[in-house]
């Protein structure tokens, strides 16, 4: 998925010494080079398997959802994921200002190498920052219609899912061939969710909405997590 977080070095002391080339950072009392003002430029990459639009950001999601497990504070976080998306807007400007008020340190210049004013190194994974040069492009629905629609095909099925919003479980009546979009949408208009946010979880693991409900493996009777939130749900992710 992509480097996440180190440790933090020895000490909590930081300070940056200026100089005609940029500024030079201090973490404990040891350099860690100079701080480089983020580069105006997109990273090109290539996947070793080439993925959808909705795939890299199914990638995003999870890595957003499951980084702030790991070391690092979750203000800094916050401020990567919010740079991250204004690079990915092309408002370096905007970047550079969030990375300067949670005084992020880039000794490279880029998001995927940074500490905090703690000496913390926290590193993004190229997908979250650009897609790759060779993305799939999405191919046309079967016969014009819509993706996210109900399949007609599969066998009937009946998930558990748990609302994080009341933690009440409802039944969703599924089809194995329906993709987890399908599905989330069947339990936006089941449970008048207004089109809010959907993440589901099974087994500790995110639920791409590319996958088909019978990729899920998912156990009879056993819960699937849904985390409801405000924002609008306007995507299909893989």
């Given at each position: 998925m992509g480097?996440?977080?180190?440790?933090?070095?020895?000490?909590?002391?930081?300070?940056?010494?200026?100089?005609?080339?940029?500024?030079?950072?201090v973490?404990?009392?040891?350099?860690?080079?100079?701080?480089?003002?983020?580069?105006?430029?997109?990273?090109?990459?290539?996947?070793?398997?080439?993925?959808?639009e909705?795939?890299?950001?199914?990638?995003?999601?999870?890595?957003?959802?499951?980084?702030?497990?790991?070391?690092?504070?979750?203000?800094?976080?916050?401020?990567?994921?919010?740079?991250?998306?204004?690079?990915?807007?092309?408002?370096?400007?905007?970047?550079?200002?969030?990375?300067?008020?949670?005084?992020?340190?880039?000794?490279?210049?880029?998001?995927?190498?940074?500490?905090?004013?703690?000496?913390?190194r926290?590193?993004?994974?190229?997908?979250?920052?650009?897609?790759?040069?060779?993305?799939?492009?999405?191919?046309?629905?079967?016969?014009?219609?819509?993706?996210?629609?109900?399949?007609?095909?599969?066998?009937?099925?009946?998930?558990?899912?748990?609302?994080?919003?009341?933690?009440?479980?409802?039944?969703?009546?599924?089809?194995?061939?329906?993709?987890?979009a399908?599905?989330?949408?069947?339990?936006?208009?089941?449970?008048?969710?207004?089109?809010?946010?959907?993440?589901?979880?099974?087994?500790?693991?995110?639920?791409?909405?590319?996958?088909?409900?019978?990729?899920c493996?998912?156990?009879?009777?056993y819960?699937?997590q849904?985390?409801?939130?405000?924002?609008?749900?306007?995507?299909?992710?893989?």
């Open positions: 480097g996440c977080v180190g440790t933090a070095r020895e000490g909590s002391t930081s300070s940056r010494t200026s100089s005609a080339e940029g500024s030079t950072s973490r404990g009392g040891t350099s860690i080079g100079k701080n480089v003002p983020l580069r105006h430029e997109r990273i090109r990459w290539k996947s070793d398997m080439p993925l959808t909705g795939q890299v950001r199914s990638k995003r999601d999870e890595f957003w959802d499951t980084a702030p497990a790991f070391e690092g504070r979750r203000e800094i976080w916050d401020a990567l994921k919010a740079a991250a998306l204004a690079i990915e807007n092309k408002d370096y400007d905007l970047a550079q200002a969030i990375i300067d008020g949670a005084n992020i340190t880039l000794p490279n210049g880029a998001l995927t190498d940074c500490y905090d004013e703690l000496g913390t926290y590193q993004l994974p190229v997908y979250c920052l650009s897609y790759p040069l060779n993305i799939l492009q999405r191919s046309p629905d079967k016969d014009g219609e819509n993706e996210a629609e109900a399949s007609v095909e599969g066998e009937e099925t009946i998930l558990k899912v748990r609302l994080s919003t009341t933690s009440k479980d409802v039944k969703l009546t599924v089809r194995s061939t329906d993709s987890i399908t599905a989330k949408r069947k339990l936006d208009i089941q449970e008048n969710l207004n089109g809010s946010r959907q993440r589901w979880f099974y087994g500790g693991k995110l639920l791409g909405d590319r996958l088909l409900v019978c990729e493996n998912i156990v009879h009777n819960i699937v849904a985390i409801i939130t405000e924002d609008f749900m306007t995507t299909i992710d893989s």
